[in-house]
């Protein structure tokens, strides 16, 4: 067989090898057309050349047969990986961890409860900025007009990392959300300039160096609650309060305010509901008083929105701060707030699908 029908085989076989690399169906190959070209071809050549061609033809055919299988039997050797599942499906049947049935986990109550506080707040009008885990000397003390040295620095048992921010400071675990309320006017000012109120919520994990007890954690959540705008007043605060109160309790709540101190409010107020569970009659859970407290607010101080550069003169706001578990605790009668952080199966479980709470 001459070289110029050796080439004709060799071409084809050059730009079938290629194509098959870019099949799916790899099996397809064997029925190209440039294939059974090359058979046709066979009837039209003198016929001392028509052996040769034919055989060589074979072999080419025999040799994509080949490559077909051996790529079939590589796909089979790799089965299909799922990359988005949740653990080793992939591995062998016996040795994948068994799956957990749907019932036997669930949200956690801290956020199944928060979500439906924070959907509150964002049915008023309220935006949800996340607070963060660490923070520094001036948005825990010195954007809050905590003076330098000033003694309710240490009404605050905040948690400090050796290292330093760039001031020499030491980092600190956020002992409060208020440290966000800095971040939040000077983000937000600009809508401010533009007629609109300020009006945030901000959920978070805090710290504190507290002696634990039935009522104390060293980690917590809470939500801080920022508005500011155009002639606001107390009264205002008293009423985004006392309104979301009343959703979270699906009940008529009334509410009493006390004076108190904080270095970020002017006035600052403790802020109580009556007690729910008793119609103020008094009972164990008001510690038969009536009231029971339930979060610390005031009219932002004038220094603060000073810090973050809005004009107190022309606009005041409120903010509060309230503990997230103390919120959940009063709605579902629990007694010790250590259960949250216990991982107890029983305390847990009873807020899963289907448990429902006491
Ligand atoms: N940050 C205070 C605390 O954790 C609570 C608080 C009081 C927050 C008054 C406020 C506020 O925004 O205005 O004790």
């Known amino acids: ?4 029908l050796t080439d004709e085989i060799n071409n084809v076989r050059g730009l079938l090898e290629a194509r098959l690399l870019t099949l799916d169906d790899k099996r397809s190959i064997l029925r190209s057309i440039e294939l059974k070209a090359l058979y ?11 052996a040769a061609y034919g055989q060589a033809v074979n072999e080419l055919r025999r040799h994509l ?6 790529a079939e039997g590589f796909a089979q050797a790799l089965a299909p990986i799922d990359v988005s599942a949740p653990f080793a499906v992939n591995s062998a049947k016996d040795r994948r961890p068994g799956l957990l049935p749907a019932n036997y986990g669930s949200e956690h109550p801290i956020m199944s409860e928060q979500t439906k506080i924070l959907s509150i707040f964002k049915g008023m009008g309220f935006s949800i900025v996340e607070s963060r885990e660490i923070d520094d000397d001036w948005h825990m003390f010195g954007a809050l007009n905590f003076p330098e040295g000033h003694p309710a620095r240490d009404d605050y048992d905040t948690f400090m990392t050796i290292q330093t921010d760039p001031k020499g400071k030491q980092w600190i675990a956020p002992a ?8 939040i006017l000077e983000r937000y000012k600009p809508e401010l300039d533009g007629g609109q109120p300020i009006a945030v919520v901000i959920p978070g994990r805090v710290f504190r160096n507290e002696d634990v007890d039935a009522r104390h954690e060293h980690t917590f959540y809470q939500m801080e609650g920022v508005y500011v705008g155009e002639n606001v007043s107390i009264g205002n605060l008293i009423a985004t309060l006392k309104t979301f109160l009343e959703s979270y309790y699906e009940t008529e ?9 904080f270095p970020f409010t002017e006035p600052s107020l403790e802020f109580s509901m009556g007690c729910p569970f008793c119609n103020q009659k008094g009972c164990r859970v008001c510690s038969h008083s009536g009231w ?18 809005i004009d107190h003169d022309k606009y005041q706001g409120f903010a509060w701060g309230c503990g997230i578990e103390r919120f959940i605790m009063l ?11 216990s991982g107890r199966l029983d305390f847990l479980r009873q807020f899963s699908l289907g448990g429902g709470s006491q």
């Open 176 to 183: 409060h959300t208020s440290t966000m309320q800095n971040r």
């Open 65 to 70: 047969d080949q490559l077909v299988g051996e």
């Open 1 to 4: 067989m001459n070289q110029e």
């Open 331 to 341: 709605k579902h009668g629990i007694e010790d707030i250590r259960l949250f952080e």
């Open 40 to 50: 046709e071809r066979i009837k039209t050549l003198p016929d001392e050349n028509k």
């Open 253 to 261: 709540i009334k509410v009493r305010t006390q004076p108190f101190y």
């Open 292 to 309: 029971i407290e339930m979060l610390g607010c005031g009219m932002i101080h004038p220094n603060v929105l000073q810090y973050a550069g």
